[in-house]
């Protein structure tokens, strides 16, 4: 009985440490340059696929835990992830009783100039300027909707949106928002 539970557990450490191996994007990326050298363009594509989904999703866990889990009594819901032709975007709920602050931040590589280009569209047409951590953004506020846009340096938008909350409110859970390690976790 003693020997069959430690087989499992050495089947076991070896089946997690191939999985880990199989999650690795160091390994994917190294097993992808080892089948282009050996002539296997197809094989080399499908793991260089595979090496960047890995990535990504490291650069995604990185944000994810940028966004705080609570911020001036407000506890935040799941994050939600939506990508879609190299534009992608991170949005979480902040709740307070019946009052929420919704906070997006989209962006992408292939979008970062358009991203950059709507916020300066935006900078430029109505609301109020401010600066938020040492960042542009623009205020708006019209029929009980509170929208604070904030230009990030690494070309992509931060958003904070709310409904039936004051201004005042909505603009200091953007200034309490830890914005600058967002945006540096995104360069």
């Not at 690795?24 to 050298?37: G, H, I, T, W």
């Not at 690494?154 to 005042?168: C, K, R």
Request: net charge negative; aromatic share 8%.
């Amino acid at each position: 009985m003693k020997k069959q539970i430690i087989g499992v557990g050495i089947l076991l450490s070896f089946i997690s440490g191939w999985a880990s191996a199989e999650d690795s994007p160091k390994e994917a990326c190294q097993n992808a340059a080892e089948l282009y050298a050996d002539n296997d363009v197809t094989g080399a594509l499908e793991e260089a696929k595979w090496c960047v989904t890995l990535l990504e999703q490291e650069k995604q866990q990185s944000v994810n835990r940028v966004f705080p889990d609570t911020l001036m009594g407000f506890q935040g819901a799941e994050i939600e992830h939506q990508s879609a032709m190299g534009f992608s975007s991170t949005v979480r709920d902040y709740n307070q009783g019946d009052q929420t602050i919704t906070v997006t931040l989209s962006g992408g590589s292939a979008m970062g100039g358009a991203m950059n280009a709507f916020a300066a569209l935006a900078q430029y047409g109505g609301g109020t300027k401010t600066r938020i951590q040492k960042r542009s953004a623009t205020i708006n506020n019209s029929d009980g909707q509170v929208q604070v846009m904030v230009s990030l340096k690494s070309g992509g938008l931060l958003m904070f949106e709310a409904y039936d909350i004051t201004q005042t409110k909505v603009v200091d859970f953007a200034k309490a928002f830890p914005v600058e390690k967002l945006d540096d976790s995104q360069q």
